[in-house]
Each structure stands twice: as C-alpha cells, then as structure tokens.
C-alpha cells in the first residue's frame, strides 16, 4: 500500500503537496468521526468526506455533485434556478452533472458556473467501453473532474494506484481535479484518523445543506464544500455558495 500510495504522490509531482506528501491509506475516501466538538453540529449525521480542488484558484469553492440524479425535464429546471440565483463573485462554483447531461448543462448553464465530471478514464481515449476520456471532457467544455470520491472507491472498488494515475493524466490534460482524500493505514490504526484528516481538509463533502453551511464555512479549515443531495436544489445550492459571507464575517 505505501508503494501505491507513494506512486500516487510521484505522479501528481508538485501539485497540492500539502495533501499528496502523505500517504493515502487503502482504499477509503476521507471518512471522519463526527463526535469532533468542531464539527458538532445537530444536522450532519453521516461519516464527512474531505476534498481538495487541484488547481483551483484558492478562493472557497463550492461543488455541486448530482451523481446518478436527474432528467432532462429536472435538469433544466435546476439549471434555470442556477442561472436566476444570485450568487457572491468570490467563490469558485462547480457542478458536476452525469455525463450524459454534461454537455445540455454546459450549453444552458451561464458561465459563473464551471461543468465537473464525476470520474474519467485514465488515459487517452480508444477501446474502452462505458468509459469517458479527458479529451472529450475538455471538447465539451468541462474544465474540472471529481476523482476518488469514496462511492467510487467503496462501491465500484477503485484505489489509491487507478485513482492517482486518474489524477496525474487528468492534470496533464489540463483538467482541474477535486480530488477526494484520505487518511494513512498505520494512522487510522492508531485512531489518528480525525486529526489527520482534518489537518488535511481543504472542502468539506458530507451532509452540508442550506441549513448548516454558514455554520460549516466559519469553520477556520474549512475552504469550501462539495455538496451531494443539496445541489439538486438550485435555490438551497444558492444559499450554500453564499455561505461564503459567514467565512467573510468570521474572518
Ligand atoms: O458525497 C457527497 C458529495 O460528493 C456528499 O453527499 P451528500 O451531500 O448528499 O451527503
């Protein structure tokens, strides 16, 4: 597992090092325990997941992931929501559509907000069934990708080796990643897992909503979210890239 975790580092050289310099534990997405008094907070009922956007511009930023959700009918209706919401200018914004919809969001949904991929292939395109290739992302206008989000890991069984070369293609093609992340073997062991972890932090995934994210974004670590349920919800989505305005005050 070090050497895959090693490998992982290697290949992403240089980019979020803070992150990528320790080693990933096996294949677990960033899970934290939610009894941390900072993170008390009566609505989060599910494990936390951390997130960090590679090549981002280091402002908070704010994800939205629909997964398997959605028609056409729904998605219109969300990205018209999107485009009517009244949104603050110092927050990256981003959602992440199912690829068969990506390229209906990004021809309706205004520019404030970048499209993101939920996964892509790890190489260049070519006879690969069911997959999609950086390249084609980028023909659609898709600027970011999701990788190693723990339901990849935990549900389709990706690890740290597929998903750090993911990683390391996707950058190389200009792609911006959020990378979901996690905790060394030997420190979960020791039930280091929460410090770890939250020194690690950069976005909070988990549970957030329109009811606990100002609470959430004051939190110092905390520099945005990448928000599952909630972002299929245009005006909530709205009051969560607001929440920037708690960080603002708190600040
Ligand atoms: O997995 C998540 C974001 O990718 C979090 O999902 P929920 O916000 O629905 O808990």
Redesign the pocket.
Known sequence: MAAAASSLATQVSGLCREVLSRESAPPTALFLRSDHSRLRLPSLR?PH?GVVAMAGTGKFFVGG?W?CNGTKDSISKLVADLNDAKLENDVDIVVAPPYIYADQVKQSLNDRIEISAQNCWVGKGGAFTGEISAEQLIDIGCKWV?LG???RRHIIGEDDQFIGKKAAFALSQNLKVIACIGEKLEEREAGKTFDVCFEQMKAF????NGSNCSELAKQEDIDGF?????SLKGPEFAIIVNSVTSKKVAA
């Open positions: 599910r997941r992931n997964k999701i989000h723990s339901e995934a988990g549970s957030v990448l928000v599952g349920g909630a």
